[in-house]
């Protein structure tokens, strides 16, 4: 954590940076005679990846280090709240920093029931102020979410479909020669979905070798896709779902209204198209081994939003071979809601939710809302996943809260299935977490490492 | 070739260096065919001074051999190899010839840590288990006796797309003469094209062997070593056709010895990964 000596206003934008990138916020006294230097707060977990047992503690190691030229006293408070921001344990120790001085302190909460919580350390000193956010997982395993899955969950999606089959897919597949390479075949596909919309994606087949193992990646909120040319080991085929990329002839909302077109009407949600789209696109890949893909070894993969829609086929369709997403958007939207209004801002996607229920005041609540949502919500689908999974949480993402996305987790009955945290990562996950995600797919499919 | 200290160049450990140390992953498995040849002639003596021998005496052999290996989790691998080699020995006055199979092994390697997963440091304990018996008239495909091998191994990326391998280990034959043996070597490994289709591979390795034995004649195969050392330089170039398969050529010389054959050999094998 740097610190300079700055004015109000620097140090209120650097806080709010720091706090949209890392959690942590940083305040400093602005006194122009103020001795100068910085503070490096480290804040070490306990436990590999912050993750905890209800039987034990939560242990934290916090390391403090001044460059000031000046001895600084002061106090070291920590507080424990929940996701939502009620304060479960707080305490505090005094602090004497030398001159260009360090310190250790042991922190130790009593043991908390499963649950994912925020712990604040707050460092108050003559001269400086900071507080270092991070969040600590309690048995994950054993996060519980409600369920609201309406009774007419399943006839609902057999529904869609039922309709979707009645659309002739009329799939035209073009090689791109500009981006085809010698390593790597590029094309770009057409197909008809749902409602007769036309949707769009690209495969990449590798040039040598034949029966490729297809990884069906499926898209983030408003992220066009790309061909996917370096992953020398697999076929894959990236979807641009309707209002996405390359697909918006006719569905074409502003970004920042896609996820509330039409949400009044559960049968239009601009969602049900989207999950069939991707249930489309894996017809297309079923439908042409002749490109060299093996249609017996199909992953879906999603980060985001792409994580729910890769939730979504692989428990309505058991074509798919394995499962792996990360950092869930809209899981356990109930909660998750309840979460992103608990923030002192509320965070996105929710507060995109407010605006229109604040637009829509009267005719459309939040009752409503969450009972379309009850139809889309991914932890309604995860039950009725039976390939193995793989899900990546970042224990500081304030857009798919960690409590939501064990809680769906929780709710997979495969019979293989596990997660990775990055204790450290908001809405991303790290390179060990990619690297690894690599290996499990070669795992999952039998591709030779 | 007069039957002096001998020279144990396991031909084997070339293919070996194509995928030692990485896992070869849960559910995955590896065939590894391979064909070696080996030749020597002249050797280091007692205090590791070059020897000439006259004209008429050398030895050479070939060996056919398969190593599998399949991987039982992400971190545990199991290997089997199995030899077939021809010795000829040949020396002034007359020559011996054997056939048969060697040492099979069989191991189990299990993957300690992964370092970002881009580097593995592994353990390795493998059974030696010779097919073949010893008797006084022939030339003998081996020690002749069980022997049992552990080694440590840390592998993986090294610089630019360049990769690494090195791997320290003891082991030790159960005859009261042993030999027990340290082992060891060293491999870097360059692809030479952006596709990574071709590949160099450069290695050193050796083996320090310690026996009660001391009688530097021995049996007519240089391949064994009783109380004596060898370093060897290893260079190999590989091919892949496919991400299943790929075939190495490689030549390798002993370059320092003592009570050891001063050989030379190079080798044909194929990775297959399925």
């Not at chain 1, 390593?183 to 034949?210: A, C, F, H, Q």
């Not at chain 1, 394995?322 to 801002?345: N, V």
């Not at chain 1, 939040?366 to 689908?381: G, I, R, S, T």
Request: with cysteine.
């Amino acid at each position: 954590m740097l610190l300079h000596r700055v004015t109000n206003i620097f140090v209120f934008a650097g806080c709010l940076l720091l706090l949209l990138t890392t959690g942590s916020v940083a305040f400093a006294q602005e006194d122009a005679d103020d001795p100068k230097g910085e503070i490096f707060m480290e804040a070490k977990p306990g436990h590999k990846n912050a993750i905890f047992s209800e039987n034990g503690s939560i242990a934290y190691k916090l390391k403090v280090k001044s460059t000031y030229d000046v001895r600084q006293d002061g106090k070291l408070t920590y507080e424990l709240l929940t996701d939502d921001w009620k304060k479960v344990w707080s305490g505090s120790t005094s602090v004497r920093l030398g001159k260009n001085g360090s310190g250790t302190y042991n922190v130790r909460v009593p043991q908390q029931k499963p649950g994912v919580y925020r712990l604040h350390f707050a460092l108050n000193l003559s001269y400086y102020d900071d507080t270092v956010r991070r969040v600590a997982v309690v048995s994950p395993e054993k996060i519980v979410t409600e369920s609201h899955m309406p009774g007419d969950f399943d006839s609902f999606w057999a529904k869609a479909k039922d309709q979707l089959g009645k659309v002739k897919p009329e799939y035209t597949v073009t090689e791109d020669v500009k981006q085809s390479n010698r390593d790597v075949r590029v094309y770009k596909v057409e197909m008809r979905s749902l409602d007769n919309v036309k949707i769009r994606g690209w495969l990449t087949v590798p040039t040598e070798g034949k029966n490729w193992p297809v990884i069906y990646k499926l898209p983030g909120y408003n992220i066009p896709m790309k061909p996917e040319t370096d992953k020398p080991d697999f076929a894959v085929f990236a979807i641009d779902v309707r209002g996405n990329g390359m697909s918006r002839d006719i569905v074409a909302p502003q970004a920042d209204r896609y996820n509330v077109t039409n949400i009044e009407n559960r049968d239009r949600y601009i969602y049900r198209g989207v999950y069939m789209d991707c249930i489309r696109g894996l017809d297309f890949i079923m439908s042409h081994a002749d490109l060299g893909l093996n249609t017996s070894k199909v992953a879906v993969l999603g980060g985001s939003q792409g994580a729910t829609l890769a939730v979504v086929v692989a428990a309505l369709d058991k074509r798919v071979t394995a499962c792996t997403f990360e950092l869930p958007l809209y899981a356990d939207m109930h909660d998750a809601y309840h979460i992103g209004t608990s923030f002192p801002k509320t965070t996105w996607p929710v507060n995109r939710f407010q605006d229109y229920l604040k637009i829509r005041r009267g005719s459309f609540t939040e009752a409503k809302f969450l009972a379309v949502w009850d139809y889309y919500d991914p932890q309604n689908f995860a039950s009725k996943i039976s390939c193995p999974v793989l899900m990546g949480v970042g224990l500081l993402d304030e857009f798919c809260p960690p409590r939501c996305s064990f809680g769906m987790y929780n709710k997979l009955t495969t019979y293989q299935k596990e997660f990775r945290v990055a204790p450290d990562k908001a809405h991303e996950m790290n390179f060990d977490y990619f690297m690894f995600q690599l290996l499990w797919l070669k795992e999952s499919l039998r591709v030779p490492n | 070739m007069k039957k002096r200290h001998l020279l144990s160049a396991l031909l084997l450990v070339c293919t070996a260096k194509a995928y030692a140390g990485w896992p070869i992953g849960k559910y995955r498995h590896i065939i590894v065919p391979s064909l070696s040849f080996y030749y020597s002639k002249n050797y280091w003596d007692a205090n590791g001074r070059k020897v000439v021998t006259g004209a008429g005496n050398q030895f050479s052999s070939v060996t056919a051999g398969v190593t599998a290996g399949y991987g039982l989790s992400r971190r545990t691998d199991l290997y089997v190899s199995l030899p077939f080699t021809t010795l000829e020995n040949k020396f002034v006055g007359g020559s011996q010839t054997q056939s048969g199979l060697g040492d099979a092994t069989v191991g189990l390697s299990y993957n300690i840590a992964a370092f970002k997963y881009k580097r593995y440091l592994s353990v390795q304990g493998t059974v030696i288990a010779p097919l073949y018996s010893v008797n006084q008239t022939g030339v003998p495909l081996g020690y002749g006796t069980v022997g049992a091998e552990g080694k440590l191994m840390f592998s993986g990326a090294f610089v630019s797309s360049s990769y690494f391998n090195m791997e320290a280990g003891y082991r030790r034959y159960f005859d009261n003469k042993g030999p027990n043996q340290i082992v060891y070597d060293v491999n870097i490994g360059t692809p030479l094209d952006e596709r990574k289709k071709n590949q160099l591979t450069f290695d050193v390795g050796g083996v320090t062997s310690f026996s009660s034995n001391k009688n530097l004649v021995v049996t007519g195969n240089p391949n064994l070593v009783y109380d004596g050392y060898y370093v060897k330089t290893t260079a190999s170039y590989g091919h892949k056709f496919t991400n299943k398969v790929s075939v190495f050529a490689s030549a390798f010389y002993t370059v320092v010895g003592r009570n050891a054959s001063i050989g030379s050999g190079g080798s044909l094998f194929m990775i297959y990964k399925f």
